[in-house]
T-cell receptor
Framework: DAGVTQSPTHLIKTRGQQVTLRCSPISGHKSVSWYQQVLGQGPQFIFQYYEKEERGRGNFPDRFSARQFPNYSSELNVNALLLGDSALYLC?????????????FGPGTRLTVL | QQQVKQSPQSLIVQKGGISIINCAYENTAFDYFPWYQQFPGKGPALLIAIRPDVSEKKEGRFTISFNKSAKQFSLHIMDSQPGDSATYFCAATDSNYQLIWGAGTKLIIKP
């Protein structure tokens, strides 16, 4: 069975640009969450989507947005990139919306902002 | 109050030894405490989790000890093996959708 997949694997952008990251959840999972993991730190929650609706949002600026498609895949968009946006962006899928529904993580997208 | 503090930042243990990683929290509403294991180039994977109604949970060589009054919980890895070398994260949540993560512990098991 395929796990959570994310694309692209790596991405290099310059300040002010916009980026779109993509995630495909495990088959049967309807919830997708996005996390930012800065080097040397734990993941920080950005968004959770369930059945195409936003169910939760972390403490991130409006430059960050996301959406979920009818097939439950998801995109994370970041506008007006800053150097501080350089991080590993993780997508996790789960069957339900609660935090104690086990979340399965993808390998992440490494974003570098120059 | 939303923080989870994890220590140590890094840990070196001899093969066969016991690895111990500690976490502390402030929010008494937290009611679910998972531990995640992350290998380089991979996303985190759930290792073991505990609810505050029990003081200990064991799965194979991995044990969570939970002290509700001290608001602390720890991960013990018995008979540590080189394959256990990874970064370990504790986390906590109040049954909401959001996990609050510790900063991580890089564990190295020396053969």
């Amino acid at each position: 069975d395929a796990g959570v997949t994310q694309s692209p694997t790596h991405l290099i952008k310059t300040r002010g640009q916009q980026v779109t990251l993509r995630c495909s959840p495990i088959s049967g999972h309807k919830s997708v969450s996005w996390y930012q993991q800065v080097l040397g730190q734990g993941p920080q929650f950005i968004f959770q989507y369930y059945e195409k609706e936003e169910r939760g949002r972390g403490n991130f600026p409006d430059r960050f947005s996301a959406r979920q498609f009818p097939n439950y895949s998801s995109e994370l968009n970041v506008n007006a990139l800053l150097l501080g946006d350089s991080a590993l962006y993780l997508c996790a899928s789960s069957f339900g919306t609660l935090a104690y529904n086990e979340q399965f993580f993808g390998p992440g997208t490494r974003l570098t902002v120059l | 109050q939303q923080q989870v503090k994890q220590s140590p930042q890094s840990l070196i243990v001899q093969k066969g030894g016991i690895s111990i990683i500690n976490c502390a929290y402030e929010n008494t509403a937290f009611d679910y405490f998972p531990w995640y294991q992350q290998f380089p180039g991979k996303g985190p994977a759930l290792l073991i989790a505990i609810r505050p109604d029990v003081s200990e949970k064991k799965e194979g060589r991995f044990t969570i000890s939970f002290n509700k009054s001290a608001k602390q919980f720890s991960l013990h890895i018995m008979d540590s093996q080189p394959g256990d070398s990874a970064t370990y994260f504790c986390a906590a949540t109040d049954s909401n959708y959001q996990l609050i993560w510790g900063a991580g512990t890089k564990l190295i098991i020396k053969p």
